[in-house]
């Protein structure tokens, strides 16, 4: 027992200066300076970073991607430290997360604009809805306020100025077409639309589900959206070189050729905007 006790005094007193190590070097924590776990989201932001990733391993650099089917999850696990880097939302996305859960996630690096679109089953364009259409939008919050937004640009509704900040379906304040909105799953939306007269879809999801925006939409975002999708990283790594490395990367000639090839306009690179 004494032997025991001699060996556990041992341990805890390794585990103490381990901790004593931790706290004096508080501060930014460097990354791995050959290796990033990025998160994406499947679909376009997959695509583009597998390219990136091709790019990266020329300048020494290895991306280890994870893929995600929702928008939560890759900023939950960046913030939790099993991500070093994520890609695949906008900036009001992000700051809708910070706040809601106390998160201190950055921006590092422009990416792509994925132009939301609306899309009909049943009718070739907004005009030809009927009084009283049903209309699918996301049920996030930042989502759901960029469908409006789209909705309001081209003039089938209004938003209480006072609420342009966070606008929802009941911030609407003229709606000629009495158009009756329903929240939905953003990645439900497509397989929901022939339920609906016409919904907005996040690109991701629509050319997963093999509609093209360019193509198919019968309304799309304007190329003026604030809507740019960004790299993000913990606030701790935003200066860290190996970060820097990897926006070079897709920020690269390469990247964005692929982007303008494959896409053909449904998605377009943003950085030199």
């Not at 926006?247 to 090839?261: D, R």
Request: proline share 5%.
């Amino acid at each position: 027992m004494k032997k025991f006790g001699l060996l556990l005094s041992g341990v805890l007193l390794t585990g103490a200066l381990a901790a004593c190590g931790d706290d004096s070097s508080s501060g930014d924590k460097a990354l791995d300076t050959n290796k990033l776990v990025v998160g994406v989201t499947a679909g376009p932001h997959e695509q583009i970073v597998e390219v990136a990733k091709e790019v990266a391993a020329k300048d020494g650099l290895e991306i280890d991607i994870t893929v995600f089917s929702d928008y939560i999850l890759p900023n939950t696990a960046l913030s939790e430290g099993d991500l070093d880097a994520n890609s695949y939302q906008h900036g009001p996305f992000l700051e809708t997360f910070n706040e809601d859960h106390k998160t201190d996630l950055v921006t590092v690096g422009k990416t792509i604009l994925n132009p939301m679109g609306v899309y009909s089953d049943k009718y070739e364009s907004m005009d030809d809805l009927p009084d009283g259409a049903t209309f699918g939008l996301p049920n996030d919050p930042t989502n759901g306020a960029r469908a409006l937004y789209i909705l309001e640009e081209n003039g089938f509704i209004k938003i209480k100025e006072d609420k342009r900040e966070t606008a929802s379906i009941y911030d609407i304040e003229e709606n000629p077409k009495n158009l009756k909105f329903i929240e939905l799953e953003a990645a439900q939306i497509p397989k929901q639309l022939s339920e609906v007269d016409a919904a907005a879809i996040n690109t991701n999801f629509a050319l997963a589900a093999g509609i093209n925006p360019k193509a198919d939409s019968i309304l799309l975002e304007s190329s003026n959206s604030p809507y740019v999708n960004y790299i993000v990283v913990r606030a701790e790594n935003e200066n860290d070189p190996t970060i820097q490395k990897f926006v070079k990367a897709y920020q690269s000639e390469e990247v964005k050729q692929f982007i303008e090839e494959e896409f053909q306009g449904s998605v377009l690179p943003s950085w030199d905007e």
